[in-house]
């Protein structure tokens, strides 16, 4: 058997590979998925219309061809991380390394620099392998560099490793292709199109039927239970029939029988087909075989002068239980398939694209795995995440809920494979999952390792994250090490005022101060910080909004600065052509009512109305015509339906005294037994101001500020809580029915009362 041969026969043993047949655990919970490609070379598309989905379960206990790949629990069990960088090159290798030093075309040295600078840009890649399989013809050398690189950036597109291993069989390097399938499988390992492609490759070159064998169980034991592993299933049994191996066959048949399959009914069909085509003898395992020849010695000992049975009832008698106990694990897996197939038909793209997946499909993954989850089984749990995060292998969130789940289970083996994956190589770029990676850390002891999770924000991540800046020092206050956490915010902020125009600069003094303030108890250094911000920043909304709420939290020691405040607002609210401010005019509005609020809560009756005047000044008379004809049209409706409701919910026998014929008038043009329909009302805008204004006049309106799709850093941390303005509450619709004589009406339903919202509200956590 040639080197090939024997890693084919599953006794490669690379880096970090434990093979599945062994009496060792494997490869525990990599998310493994496709890219679907189209091949320049002739080799159509690499990803399968039909079957471009790929199995993601985890192999957590040794391989039971009857029981295939089932979780154990942690107890002695050895786990390999797969799917990460080190399973397919080298660990976090820059792309540099990869660049061939031989002479490149214009066009290749265009696109190494794209990929340099932005290693992320799938489109790119793809446009350099292209050229790079157009130039290097032969030179396997320079296919390899660029493949190589692609592919530590890409592990999860399968495509590009079979075209990988096709450039290595085309010149002939037959042990470089089966080294490829290997690094494929460790990868990817949960797809099913690799494995696939893997055994092809396998019956057309190797004649041992049982190094084919082996490999088929090694690729089964993790794609097998796929509920779209049909293409593996049937080369397989294809093969076997090749070989006519009708017991091979009918165990594959018994295999797939135990879960749900997209083309479960064809295989019972077939297992059917099989068994009465064939003596029974010839489809039973050895291990069947063996169990009845013992159990006919036992009963011709015990029956020795009995009448000899019938030879061929007896047989009839085996085959019904033979078959009776394939029946019933098809139909216990019918019912398990009629529960789940709604989710699985929604699944639209269970491969992996750098392209977004629409909202309903994101939804559909929450909800199978809601569902699956309260069945209890951490099996069908771990394997259906790792189906999902083929597809979602880029949303930090589905990471994030992967490892709280397996915490919540006790497996923090699992866990931590889960965490080391999403932030090593799938979710790496993203700050979500270093942050959550910290706090997880954290709260396992790993004080240490959330420092250093941090610290990788904060050096290549997201410099100058104001989040990570936050909950890092929280943390070291936590730890106890205040100085520290002084040292984060002071480091911060001298980085970020070497920037010009720093976003984040005014909330990382706002925060400090803050800080300072709640939690080491200086109300003097917090002002200081305060001061110095107003030399280096330029006033905005989110930074005067901090400014105000920290004067609300003053104690009565360090009485609230009025006179310090209004100055500062006003030189923000009032437009002035020779001020750099820039402020939208609903940006000073709703400025200027957070200060009067502030000003009702704390100020004096003189200051209060001079900023409702200078309130009212600014903003009551920019109002367009048509703005205050809505709101009086508005009230209007309001106010008529209110008065409706109020008549419908009088005493009724009052109501047949004042109008004694309304009821026959009602009836007469047919409207006795319609109710009236009142169309939706919106009821006026009430801000969180709302018993502060209460004197202003009709015409006035809070504006109410949309709440963008993605909100700037600054306005994320500036806001205090973000949602300051409670939304717009709408009348419910109601239905007018006229009273019958003899009954009473029950009172019109009213919406309930909105109660105020405060605007200082709880943002600041971890």
């Not at 911000?533 to 939290?553: D, G, P, R, W």
């Not at 500036?718 to 029915?737: K, N």
Request: with cysteine; hydrophobic share 35%.
């Amino acid at each position: 058997m040639g080197d090939s041969e024997t890693a084919v026969a599953g006794t490669y043993v690379p880096t970090g590979y434990v093979d599945p047949s062994s009496s060792v655990v494997t490869e525990n919970v990599p998310a493994e998925t496709t890219c679907s490609v189209t091949d320049s070379s002739g080799l159509g598309n690499v990803a399968y219309a039909s079957n471009q989905a790929e199995g993601g379960e985890t192999q957590a206990v040794v391989y039971n061809s009857s029981e295939n790949g089932n979780v154990g629990s942690e107890s002695g069990v050895a786990l390999v991380q797969n799917g990460s960088a080190p399973s397919i090159a080298t660990e976090a290798t820059p792309v540099q390394q990869f660049v061939d030093s031989s002479v490149v075309s214009s066009e290749e040295d265009r696109l190494w620099s794209i990929v340099r600078a932005n290693s992320l840009d799938f489109n790119a890649w793809t446009t350099l392998i292209e050229e790079t399989e157009k130039v290097a013809e032969d030179n396997i050398e320079k296919i390899r560099k660029a493949y190589d690189a692609f592919l530590v950036e890409f592990p999860l597109c399968y495509g590009y490793w079979k075209k990988y291993a096709d450039h290595e069989a085309r010149l002939g390097n037959m042990d470089k292709v089966v080294e490829v399938y290997e690094r494929a499988v460790l990868g990817v390992t949960y797809s099913v199109d690799i494995w696939l492609h893997y055994c092809i490759f396998a019956i057309s070159t190797y004649g041992d039927p049982e190094t084919v064998r082996r490999l088929f169980e090694r690729g089964l034991a993790y794609v097998g239970s796929d509920y779209l592993s049909a293409p593996l299933w049937d080369k397989y049994i294809e093969y076997e029939y090749m070989q006519q191996s009708w017991g091979n066959i009918a165990t594959i048949y018994t295999t797939i029988l135990q879960n749900p399959n997209q083309q479960l009914d064809k295989y019972f069909t077939g297992f059917k087909e099989l068994a009465a085509s064939h003596h029974l003898s010839e489809l039973r395992t050895a291990e069947e075989s063996a169990q009845v020849t013992e159990n006919e010695a036992q009963h011709d000992n015990a029956e020795e002068s009995s009448e000899p049975l019938n030879a061929g009832l007896k047989e009839a008698d085996e085959l019904e239980k033979y078959m009776a106990i394939r029946e019933e694990m098809y139909r216990k897996t019918k019912e398990f398939d009629s529960k789940i197939i709604g989710f699985e038909m929604a699944i639209r793209r269970p491969y992996f694209h750098v392209r977004p997946l629409n909202v309903a499909e994101l939804e559909n993954w929450h909800n199978y795995l809601d569902f699956i989850e309260r069945d209890g089984d951490l099996n069908k749990v771990v394997k259906l995440y790792e189906r999902c995060l083929i597809a979602c292998a880029n949303y930090p969130d589905y990471w994030i809920r992967y490892v709280l789940c397996m915490e919540a289970s006790g497996s923090m083996d699992l866990a931590e494979n889960a965490l080391t994956r999403a932030s090593q190589v799938f979710v790496k770029r993203q700050p979500e999952i270093h942050l959550f990676a910290a706090r997880f850390r954290e709260q396992n002891g790993d004080v240490p390792g959330a420092r250093a999770a941090y610290q990788l924000v904060h050096s290549e991540v997201s410099p100058g994250l104001l989040e990570a800046i936050i909950k890092h020092a929280n943390m070291e206050r936590r730890m106890g090490k205040l100085q520290d956490a002084f040292a984060l915010y002071e480091h911060a902020i001298a980085i970020e005022k070497g920037k010009e125009q720093s976003q984040s600069l005014p909330m990382l003094y706002a925060q400090y101060a803050r800080f300072l303030y709640l939690v080491a108890g200086n109300a003097e250094k917090s002002r200081e910080i305060l001061a110095e911000a107003l030399e280096h920043v330029e006033l905005s909304k989110a930074f005067l909004e901090a400014l105000i709420h920290f004067e609300s939290i003053q104690t009565q020691s360090h009485p609230k600065r009025f006179d310090y405040l209004e100055p500062l607002v006003e030189k923000f609210i009032v437009p002035n052509s020779d001020s750099s401010n820039v402020a939208t005019a609903t940006d000073r509005e709703e400025l200027s009512s957070i200060f009067i609020e502030f000003l009702g809560l704390f100020g004096d009756v003189e200051s209060i109305k001079k900023a409702e005047n200078r309130h009212a000044r600014l903003f009551f008379t920019h109002r367009s015509t048509s703005e205050i004809r809505k709101r009086h049209a508005d009230e209007f409706l309001a106010s008529e339906k209110a008065k409706m409701a109020k008549s419908y919910s009088s005493d009724p026998s009052a109501t047949q005294a004042a109008y004694p014929n309304a009821q026959n008038q009602w009836a007469a043009a047919g409207y006795g037994v319609q109710p009236q329909a009142w169309p939706p009302v919106t009821q006026p805008q009430v801000a969180a101001y709302g018993a502060a204004y209460s004197g202003y006049p009709s015409s006035y309106t809070t504006p109410q500020a949309a709440v963008p799709a993605s909100v700037p850093q600054t306005a994320a941390y500036g806001a205090y809580p973000p949602a300051a303005y409670p939304a717009q509450v709408a009348f419910p619709q109601q239905s007018y029915a006229q009273p019958a004589p003899a009954a009473a009406v029950a009172p019109a339903q009213q919406p309930a009362p909105v109660a105020p919202q405060p605007y200082y509200g709880t943002y600041y956590a971890g």
